[in-house]
């Protein structure tokens, strides 16, 4: 096995400042993560040393080898009904509250980290589910960002193992077609139709025209300095439609 290639002091402060100012992604502390999660490609591509390779992705922000960087760099850890009580206020509180004034309502959320798309599918569930049992005539669609194309490749397809259905309460197995040949299962087509997989990087200007009856921003601003999480939160509330609600991480605060 090849020994790890080792960032020197000036490599190292000048990638914590680029995945920073161009990400909001502080790295301050993780020089051994950085070197471990890296130094593959680093030896893939041919560089004995980080300063090229730093130099590459600096120069191409948005190309292939910058998006492989924060693919590695970052951990996608997600599953369904992750943090269950958001989900059980979305279905008592919110959508019966927004009924009260609305028959006909258009629902929208916006997941701005959805990762691999659970968490965005596990709203769609509930949402769909509720509006159903209600009997509203509401449109409804939800929006799912992340930094990461290869994650939002997995949630644009919408097939998880079949060990996953564990998390998923059975009243809402209507919406998952399991395949026994390749244990997984498939999210159906009708919660697929109104979902909308976009990258998104979150210290960049939203392109969203409407906002959002919910936004979703769980367990990303851990990645974030405070500055950094009150801007964010900031530009979250300008989408967020008057009375609407903001979901953050349960370890988060703002």
């Given at each position: 096995?090849?020994?790890?290639?080792?960032?020197?002091?000036r490599?190292y402060?000048?990638?914590?400042?680029?995945?920073?100012s161009?990400?909001?992604?502080?790295?301050?502390?993780?020089?051994?993560?950085?070197?471990?999660?890296?130094?593959?490609?680093?030896?893939r591509?041919?560089?004995?040393?980080?300063?090229?390779?730093?130099?590459?992705?600096?120069?191409?922000?948005?190309?292939?080898?910058?998006?492989?960087?924060?693919?590695?760099?970052?951990?996608?850890?997600?599953?369904?009904?992750?943090?269950?009580?958001?989900?059980?206020?979305?279905?008592?509180?919110?959508?019966?509250?927004?009924?009260?004034?609305?028959?006909?309502?258009?629902?929208?959320?916006?997941?701005?980290?959805?990762?691999?798309?659970?968490e965005?599918?596990?709203?769609?569930?509930?949402?769909?589910?509720?509006?159903?049992?209600?009997?509203?005539?509401?449109?409804?669609?939800?929006?799912?960002?992340?930094?990461?194309?290869?994650?939002?490749?997995?949630?644009?397809?919408?097939?998880?193992?079949?060990?996953?259905?564990?998390?998923?309460?059975?009243?809402?197995?209507?919406?998952?077609?399991?395949?026994?040949?390749n244990?997984?299962?498939?999210?159906?087509?009708?919660?697929?139709?109104?979902?909308?997989?976009?990258?998104?990087?979150?210290?960049?200007?939203?392109?969203?025209?409407?906002?959002?009856?919910?936004?979703?921003?769980?367990?990303?601003?851990?990645?974030?300095?405070?500055?950094?999480?009150?801007?964010?939160?900031?530009?979250?509330?300008?989408t967020v439609?008057?009375?609407?609600?903001?979901?953050?991480?349960?370890?988060?605060?703002?």
């Amino acid at each position: 096995m090849s020994a790890l290639i080792k960032l020197n002091d000036r490599e190292y402060q000048t990638f914590i400042n680029f995945t920073k100012s161009r990400f909001g992604i502080d790295l301050e502390g993780k020089r051994e993560l950085i070197e471990s999660r890296l130094s593959f490609d680093l030896e893939r591509n041919g560089y004995t040393s980080f300063t090229k390779y730093i130099e590459l992705i600096m120069a191409q922000p948005n190309g292939v080898e910058c998006q492989k960087m924060l693919n590695k760099i970052t951990t996608n850890h997600t599953y369904f009904f992750r943090e269950d009580d958001h989900f059980h206020h979305l279905q008592k509180i919110v959508i019966p509250e927004i009924a009260k004034r609305n028959l006909s309502y258009s629902f929208n959320i916006w997941s701005a980290a959805s990762s691999s798309g659970q968490e965005p599918y596990t709203a769609a569930m509930v949402v769909d589910d509720a509006i159903k049992k209600l009997r509203l005539n509401w449109t409804w669609s939800i929006i799912g960002s992340d930094i990461s194309m290869n994650v939002l490749t997995k949630a644009k397809a919408g097939i998880y193992p079949a060990n996953e259905l564990e998390a998923i309460p059975s009243v809402y197995h209507q919406y998952c077609k399991v395949n026994n040949a390749n244990y997984t299962f498939e999210v159906s087509n009708d919660l697929k139709r109104n979902m909308n997989f976009k990258i998104q990087n979150l210290m960049e200007p939203f392109p969203y025209k409407d906002q959002f009856d919910i936004v979703f921003c769980r367990n990303v601003m851990i990645y974030f300095d405070k500055p950094t999480r009150e801007q964010l939160i900031a530009n979250i509330y300008k989408t967020v439609k008057p009375g609407g609600y903001l979901y953050v991480g349960t370890t988060e605060s703002i």
